[in-house]
């Protein structure tokens, strides 16, 4: 394997391993697309905010192009699913198959929890009662006036859902789909299958299974890179399963032009299976939870993408709109556009358009010796920003939305309004 890497190679190496790096899509995506997508990133995480489309639904239109979202919810959502839910990174669907890998983070919570669970030791048998009685129950289903106890530390939740959510964290609880987006909980032998439940894998053989997977999402990461993937704070745990996959040929060490700290190289590792393709030619507009930009600190180290999703930020703080999503063309992040879906009127709404520093469309980089040089790169911007035009109208196509209007606010609105002749709002 390859002992250097350029900053560019180790950019397509993440795209290739991201299923990003090309731009042919399939011409109508199904379930084995989208499991394939799920085998290569291992996890999607899961949030509530549906200001464009669902957070998990985002990175297979990425990857894929438009397909239809009721097909990611029958393999996520519903009993007895090919997909389940876990803390796997943040809230993320993982394959079910996969649900052994995490018994040791259960036992942690098991044991972090315990005091909690001691304390309330009526409410969470009754609660079990109640599942074990009736099976897969949706919050509002098993919470009574008798049973609802006062309302505490744990985001105002009642007593009888801080137990379901107890539970399942522990694992003697599962998620069997939801009705919604609101969670059914069901006893862990009422949800998975038994294959499944009898499966035994020991702690260092889980961390080392899943920095392997980190490792091969990612084709090319540090240390810090391989932790993030599954949020694992252990970092010898981290180091020791690096180790071992050296030793076994699944990983090598290579040093990476730039990736550095206090002037001193950061040890990275390339996975056997990495590609470097010799070009990324792939455009997508990213969720802000994809696996892509999720760690900020690699997203600045490979990308110089400083991104945080403003969500959280008051309104009049905000730099860039509440939702952001990233827009990747080639081997660059280039802008970031904020997009609301206003499916009571059929129009997609780019609320905002930035480019990222360094890229202003129609402008020569400072410096251009030449007006043939300022052309060539004009005519570049020109067609980046009729790709992200491209992406924008798949995305609309894929929402079911027929219009999309452009607002006032970003140095790249103009541009993106006129590449797509839309109307301004």
Known sequence: MRETLSAAEARRAALA????????????????????????????????????????????????????????????LRHHSPWTEYIAHENCFIPTADWPLWRFRMAERRELYAEWLAANAA??????????????????????????AAKGPWWDWSTVKTALELLWLSGEVAIAG????????????????????????????????????????????TAADLADYHRFRDRPAVLAAIGELVESGELAPVRVAGWERAGRPIPAWLHREARIPRHADGAALLSPFDPLV???????????????????????KR???????????????????????????????????????????????????????RADRATTDRITTERIAAELRAAARWQGLDEITV???GDAVDDLAGALGARRH
């Not at 032998?189 to 702690?203: F, Q, Y």
Request: aromatic share 10%.
């Open 407 to 409: 607002a006032g606010w």
């Open 319 to 373: 730099r860039y709109g509440y939702y952001s999503l990233p827009a990747l063309v080639d081997d660059a992040i280039v802008a970031r556009v904020d997009l609301k879906a206003d499916r009571p009127a059929g129009v997609l709404r780019v609320q905002s358009a930035w480019w990222e520093p360094g890229f202003r469309t129609g402008h020569g980089k400072p410096g251009d010796p030449s007006s043939d040089h």
């Open 178 to 221: 939801r009705r919604g987006f609101e969670r059914r909980y069901a006893l862990a032998e009422d949800a998975l299958p038994a294959e499944v439940l009898s499966r035994e894998v020991a702690r260092d053989d889980a961390v080392r299974e899943l920095v392997r997977r980190a490792a091969r999402a990612y084709g090319v990461a």
């Open 17 to 76: 391993a991201q299923g990003l790096a090309r731009a042919e899509r399939p011409a109508t995506p199904g379930t084995r697309h989208l499991q394939s997508v799920m085998r290569r990133l291992g996890l999607v995480q899961i949030d509530s905010v549906n200001v464009f489309a669902r957070a998990h639904h985002v990175p297979f239109f990425s990857r894929l192009g438009p397909y239809d979202p009721a097909a990611v919810d029958r393999l996520s």
């Open 123 to 148: 409410t969470v048998e009754w609660v079990r009662a109640e599942l074990a009685t009736r099976g897969p129950l949706r919050p509002a289903e098993i919470e009574t006036d008798a049973h609802r």
């Open 294 to 316: 999720w760690f900020r600190e690699r997203a600045e180290r490979m990308f110089d993408f400083d991104y945080r999703i403003e969500i959280y930020t008051p309104a009049a």
